[in-house]
């Protein structure tokens, strides 16, 4: 199993970048994929999570945001390509980080939008956001 983020750079606030992460090993129908985030000095923080299978089902949500990132980010999945994307608008300097993907246990996201590093079993190496003028 492999992630491989990419897409990372240097953004002035209120740009946008498209981070992509490919997997590898692994099919999306069988495993939800979450972003990841670590600014210097703090804990890793989950941001958003993606279901292939939820998002093939009526009324069971594919896609969970954390309060700071809701309505900027936008994560999506291509199952052609086993890609996993994170739109991200509007960035803010706060945004300023090391971004992972990370393949988790269920083909579910939690229910609850939480992003326990034990419910993930396989991440990416990262790459670097960085929002500056």
């Known amino acids: 199993v492999q992630l491989v983020e990419s897409g990372g750079g240097l953004v002035q606030p209120g740009g946008a970048l498209r981070l992509s992460c490919a997997v590898h090993?692994?099919?999306?129908?069988?495993?939800?994929v979450g972003w990841f985030r670590r600014v210097p000095g703090k804990e890793r923080e989950g941001i958003a999570c993606?279901?292939?299978?939820?998002?093939?089902?009526?009324?069971?949500?594919?896609?969970f945001y954390i309060e700071s990132v809701r309505g900027r980010f936008t994560i999506s999945g291509d199952r052609a390509t086993n890609v996993v994307y994170l739109q991200m608008n509007n960035l803010e300097p706060g945004d300023t980080a090391v971004y992972y993907c990370?393949?988790?246990?269920?083909?579910?996201?939690?229910?609850?939008?939480?992003?326990?590093?034990?419910?993930?079993?396989?991440w990416g190496e990262g790459t670097q956001v960085t929002v500056s003028r």
């Open positions: 993606f279901s292939q299978q939820a998002s093939r089902q009526r009324d069971v949500q594919s896609t």
């Open positions: 990370a393949r988790r246990w269920a083909r579910y996201c939690s229910a609850d939008n939480k992003y326990d590093d034990d419910d993930y079993e396989d």
């Open positions: 090993g692994f099919d999306l129908e069988d495993n939800a």
